[in-house]
């Protein structure tokens, strides 16, 4: 596949990029972008979550009342889960939520999102972008020019360009990365993929 490359005031420069087969044009597998969006989500917990169990509340040990002949239930403690304000029974407690996920799989879900955007023509080619001076007005001049400024944006920069990435930040529907920190949950959440000319052939390096 074979796409023009624009400037970003959104005109073609006459120059093409040709998209490699094996990384926008595979037979995608859904099952390893489920896999590695689940990481991925997995990874931002912080699992920090806790609660009282029946040994920690801060209650008397004094047996409530009388074992037999009330005609109620037994009730030993005040510490019990039945009882409002008592332990919680089996509650959540600080865990690592993160596991492994192999390289393979990755690059092979990464190579599966990318196929669906060239399929549904969802990636822009930016012969190249800077910015002077950190500011959100141009950076939102660049995507109003590309035609783009009411998607959601994932723009990928063959190397961190800081200037780009503070003018994007304040902006809700876009975000800016490295090739290097892309992943497949960024490029899922973009409606539109924009991808500056040397990303491409770095893309292909890092998947195969």
């Known amino acids: 596949m074979e796409l023009s490359v624009l400037n970003i005031q959104g005109k ?3 120059k093409k990029v ?4 094996d990384v926008f044009s595979i037979e995608p597998n859904d099952h390893a972008v489920y896999l590695d969006v689940k990481q991925y ?8 979550h806790k609660a009282k169990e029946k040994a920690e509340v801060a209650y008397s040990t004094k047996k409530l009342k009388k074992q037999k002949g009330t005609g109620g239930a037994r009730a ?15 509650g959540p407690r600080p865990r690592d939520y993160s596991f492994k996920l192999n390289k393979k799989v990755k690059q092979l879900a990464r190579k599966s999102v990318l196929t669906y955007k060239a399929k549904e023509k969802n990636i822009l080619i930016l012969d190249s972008i800077s910015i ?3 500011k959100t007005k141009e950076y939102a001049k660049i995507l109003t020019q590309l035609a783009v400024e009411n998607k959601k944006t994932l723009l990928v920069l ?3 360009d800081q200037n780009v990435v503070l003018s994007a930040r304040n902006l809700q529907r876009t975000k800016v990365v490295s090739v290097d920190s892309l992943n497949t949950y960024d490029i899922l959440h973009a409606e539109k993929l924009l991808l500056a000319e040397g990303t491409v052939q770095k893309l292909n390096e890092i998947l195969n």
């Open 158 to 160: 063959p190397s961190v």
């Open 18 to 21: 040709k998209l490699s087969d």
């Open 12 to 14: 073609e420069t006459g």
């Open 76 to 90: 030993g403690s005040r510490k019990s889960p039945v009882f409002v304000g008592g332990g919680r029974a089996f």
């Open 41 to 48: 989500l997995a990874n931002q917990r912080q699992g920090t």
């Open 132 to 134: 002077a001076m950190p």
